[in-house]
């Protein structure tokens, strides 16, 4: 009777060890696909900040262009506008030339 009593003891302790192994494995496992998420998670962000500040940059640079178009455009059409009205000799001072080109 001693015996079965201690046999029975034993393989209770060895399924308990045996559900405690489990249970670990199974905390090791959700911890790994926790920190599995966490990293694509980080990356996908980090992905995202550097299409937006790609997009940023473009979209500046297109208005440096669109800004810079319309400078050749104006003064475009300044010297059009000069070379079809000959400017009189009060008017060829380079101050005015110059304020004119400044303000646009």
Do not use: W
């Amino acid at each position: 009777m001693d015996r079965e009593l201690q046999r029975e003891k034993l393989h209770g302790e060895k399924e308990l060890k045996q559900m405690q192994e489990n249970a670990e494995k199974d905390d090791k496992h959700r911890d790994k696909e926790e920190y599995q998420m966490r990293k694509q998670l980080k990356r996908k962000q980090e992905e995202a900040e550097r299409y937006q500040r790609r997009r940023e940059r473009e979209e500046a640079e297109l208005k440096k262009q669109r800004s810079i178009q319309k400078q050749v455009s104006i003064m475009e059409q300044f010297l059009k506008k000069s070379k079809n009205n000959p400017v009189s000799e009060s008017d060829k001072s380079p101050t005015k030339c110059l304020t004119f080109c400044c303000i646009y």
